[in-house]
């Protein structure tokens, strides 16, 4: 679940930041503003994955991906993000930038889809395809929301990491997307559950009142708890 944090100010705000000041800027400011792309040609962009050390985070590479994409749809606030698949190829680095490049495959009436390979030093890292669509009535269905406390009492997932790792001191500063877990990992590891989770996350701060970078950081958010879903039965 996703519990609703404040909108406010234009994403035009961070698109002439250099990149020394990126490093300054605090949570969710950071996150915004490695999602605002510099255009270099009609379907190539650049993007800064910013500073940080050991692995690139794959969220980052698709969120950036997902805005590269919707920037080379013309009419793109009338065709939301509808759905995405990617493949992560290599692993990513901070620190050097990612080139995006953006396949046209299909502008249809109702559908638009887009295929997006992100470079960096020269090898592909990531492949994702995503089709845009205009909002339509239709058959649909949902589950219900399964019963869940409320999120403001569950434990924090880094201060929860750090008592996984047995150290304190090495949880990590608080990201961009606040994670509370419902369902944590059992401390020893042993335990074995099934292949779901319930969370509950929310962006730590203010954002742009632009629905594009509400998606883009959908997307991000949706990479941080895939891994650990998945091991749960083993």
């Known amino acids: 679940s996703c519990w609703l944090g404040k909108r406010r100010g234009p994403t035009s705000t961070y698109q002439h930041l250099q990149p020394g000041r990126l490093a300054k800027l605090g949570f969710p400011h950071r996150l915004v503003a490695q ?30 991906s997902t805005m590269a994409a919707a920037l080379t749809i013309d009419d793109g606030p009338e065709r939301p993000l509808h759905s995405l698949h990617a493949y992560f190829l290599r692993p990513g680095r901070y620190e050097i930038p990612i080139r995006f490049v953006v396949d046209r495959i299909r502008d249809g009436r109702s559908f638009t889809t887009r295929r997006v390979v992100a470079h960096q030093g020269g090898e592909a890292i ?36 750090a008592q996984l790792m047995g150290d304190p ?59 650990m879903t998945a091991c749960r039965p083993h």
Not at 144 to 153: L, V
């Open 35 to 64: 999602a605002v792309l510099e255009p270099l040609d009609r379907d190539l962009f650049l993007g800064n994955p910013g500073p940080g050390s050991r692995r690139l985070f794959g969220g980052l590479v698709a969120a950036q």
């Open 126 to 161: 990531f492949n994702m395809s995503a089709s845009f669509a205009i909002p339509e009535d239709g058959i649909a269905h949902q589950d219900e929301m399964p019963d869940a406390p409320e999120p403001e009492g569950l434990p924090d997932w880094e201060d929860y990491r």
């Open 169 to 227: 001191t090495l949880r990590r500063p608080d990201s961009a997307v606040e994670l509370r877990m419902v369902d944590p990992p059992p401390i020893d590891g042993d335990e074995r559950a099934p292949a779901r989770q319930r969370n509950g996350m929310k962006v730590s701060g203010d954002l742009p009142d632009d629905p594009l970078v509400h998606t883009a950081l959908l997307v991000y958010a949706s990479d941080r708890t895939l891994l």
